[in-house]
């Protein structure tokens, strides 16, 4: 094998690498979630926790979501796990769906100590931008399995037009 060779099959595997990262810092930028840990979130203290990363100030975790939109509604799906319903705010304002809460540590009741520390704890606020004007009053929402669903009928259902453009 030349050294040509070598180079450009280095080159390609920088891009794929490169294309990779891109995509997933594209796709999860709305999806990653600052929680802000409170007195009320119950968080051990970092003498009781053997994590070196564990900082109970900084947390951060990735909502994961979906949107679908049909002739006549928005649907949108959010990862939420961990929470009770009554845990979680979900508002309309503007042209975004605003879903916040508090996420609270759950303690063992036996003797230990933790050794990972990896989910995160404390208030938080998602914002997913809706992509047409919905009735927000006649918005529906659901929680089962750690899914919130949110359905937000459109103010003007329709399909997008569909427009062809000629080329000159």
Not at 94 to 113: C, H, I, M, P, Y
Not at 155 to 166: D, H, L, N
Request: net charge positive; glycine share 6%.
């Amino acid at each position: 094998m030349r050294f040509e060779e070598m180079k450009e099959g280095v080159g390609s595997i920088f891009d794929s690498v490169a294309e990779g990262w891109r995509h997933l810092r594209e796709s999860a930028a709305n999806a990653i979630t600052r929680f802000k840990p409170s007195e009320r979130s119950q968080l051990p203290s970092k003498t009781e926790v053997d994590d070196p990363l564990y900082f109970s100030m900084h947390s951060w975790s990735m909502l994961g979501g979906e949107m679908f939109e049909d002739e006549k509604r928005l649907v949108v799906r959010i990862e939420v796990p961990g929470l009770e319903k009554q845990d979680m705010n979900i508002e309309v304002r503007d042209d975004a769906l605003v879903v916040s809460g508090e996420k609270r540590f759950e303690q063992e009741n036996t003797q230990g100590r933790w050794r990972v520390m990896q989910c995160a704890y404390g208030s938080f606020r998602r914002v997913v931008p809706l992509s047409v004007p919905v009735l927000a009053d006649q918005a529906k929402a659901t929680y089962k399995n750690g899914i919130l669903r949110v359905e937000l009928p459109k103010k003007s259902p329709a399909r997008p037009k569909a427009r062809t453009i000629t080329l000159q």
